[in-house]
């Protein structure tokens, strides 16, 4: 089973790198960065490099908001299914993750013996009111599902999946304006789609916890003292001036920035609740 791992990073820096290399010793699957380079090129000597730009996105046929490298984390995985087009499945992992515990081989080992899964995620299930993102996957015929998108694994059958919804969602306005995140889209894709969708913990093993698998505030990586007897997951995970920009811009705005008007989001959802997914 030929498998990619990607990083999911907005800059590449020596604790990134790190990470990147002590994934791929404990997983055994060649490495690339998925990189934000919506500000301009970006490379990395010891390490394969996926720039993650509006020109590369776009190329693809893709819709990119303003800001799709943090809304549409899904999108390195369009990337990279074209760079590694004999790829069976691809796992997408934001740097901001860590694995703790006894044994974190293990994670990867045993996944790697679920082929028949296309979707592993955490946190998959319907997405209830109070959900941010919920409106934007509403449509007549699925119900809004959600997962979270730290880390993911995604057959090569359902990342083709996901893209051609995208590509079809870029063709509508009202998609267009109420555009869905990555978990949005790609579960409510493929929970509705016929494809083996699971949760990480649905499999008898806890692999991650509520407390420090999340997203919010961060967990500081420079003081962080977890211990599990099996392997286990955290998010976020950041160290030093990292973290204190985070939790200086946390305390300036904690509330999330609104990303559409109003009227137009009202309209938007209207359409799309009465139209097909």
Same mark, same amino acid.
């Given at each position: 089973?030929?498998?990619?791992?990607?990083?999911?990073?907005?800059?590449?820096?020596?604790?990134?790198?790190?990470?990147?290399?002590?994934?791929?010793?404990?997983?055994?699957?060649?490495?690339?960065?998925?990189?934000?380079?919506? #500000?301009?090129?970006?490379?990395?000597?010891?390490?394969?490099?996926?720039?993650?730009?509006?020109?590369?996105?776009?190329?693809?046929?893709?819709?990119?908001?303003?800001?799709?490298?943090?809304?549409?984390?899904?999108?390195?995985?369009?990337?990279?299914?074209?760079?590694?087009?004999?790829?069976?499945?691809?796992?997408?992992?934001?740097?901001?993750? #860590?694995?703790?515990?006894?044994?974190?081989?293990?994670?990867?080992?045993?996944?790697?013996?679920?082929?028949?899964?296309?979707?592993?995620?955490?946190?998959?299930?319907?997405?209830?009111?109070?959900?941010?993102?919920?409106?934007?996957?509403?449509?007549?015929?699925?119900?809004?599902?959600?997962?979270?998108?730290?880390?993911?694994?995604?057959?090569?059958?359902?990342?083709?999946?996901?893209?051609?919804?995208?590509?079809?969602?870029?063709?509508?306005?009202?998609?267009?304006?109420?555009?869905?995140?990555?978990?949005?889209?790609?579960?409510?894709?493929?929970?509705?789609?016929?494809?083996?969708?699971?949760?990480?913990?649905?499999?008898?093993?806890?692999?991650?916890?509520?407390?420090?698998?999340?997203?919010?505030?961060?967990?500081?990586?420079?003081?962080?003292?977890?211990?599990?007897?099996?392997?286990?997951?955290?998010?976020?995970?950041?160290?030093?001036?990292?973290?204190?920009?985070?939790?200086?811009?946390?305390?300036?705005?904690?509330?999330?920035?609104?990303?559409?008007?109003?009227?137009?989001?009202?309209?938007?959802?209207?359409?799309?609740?009465?139209?097909?997914?």
């Amino acid at each position: 089973m030929s498998t990619q791992l990607l990083i999911r990073t907005k800059e590449i820096n020596h604790t990134v790198l790190a990470f990147a290399d002590q994934v791929e010793a404990i997983s055994g699957h060649p490495t690339t960065l998925v990189v934000d380079a919506t #500000r301009g090129e970006v490379k990395a000597e010891s390490r394969a490099v996926i720039g993650l730009s509006t020109a590369s996105c776009c190329a693809l046929g893709l819709h990119c908001p303003s800001d799709f490298a943090w809304r549409c984390g899904d999108y390195g995985y369009y990337l990279a299914r074209r760079r590694f087009p004999d790829a069976e499945f691809f796992w997408l992992i934001e740097a901001d993750v #860590r694995f703790y515990g006894t044994d974190p081989e293990h994670f990867f080992r045993f996944f790697a013996s679920r082929p028949e899964v296309d979707f592993l995620a955490g946190g998959l299930k319907p997405a209830d009111h109070s959900w941010y993102w919920r409106n934007t996957a509403r449509a007549r015929d699925v119900s809004p599902f959600r997962c979270l998108f730290p880390v993911t694994r995604l057959s090569m059958r359902a990342v083709d999946a996901v893209f051609a919804r995208r590509i079809e969602h870029g063709k509508r306005v009202s998609r267009r304006i109420l555009w869905p995140n990555d978990e949005a889209l790609v579960a409510t894709t493929l929970m509705h789609g016929g494809f083996v969708s699971r949760d990480f913990n649905d499999f008898g093993s806890l692999f991650y916890s509520d407390q420090t698998f999340y997203y919010g505030v961060p967990q500081n990586g420079d003081c962080l003292n977890l211990s599990s007897p099996t392997v286990q997951m955290a998010h976020p995970v950041l160290f030093g001036s990292e973290y204190s920009a985070k939790m200086q811009a946390l305390r300036q705005n904690p509330a999330p920035a609104a990303w559409t008007k109003p009227r137009l989001g009202w309209a938007a959802n209207k359409l799309n609740v009465i139209s097909r997914w």
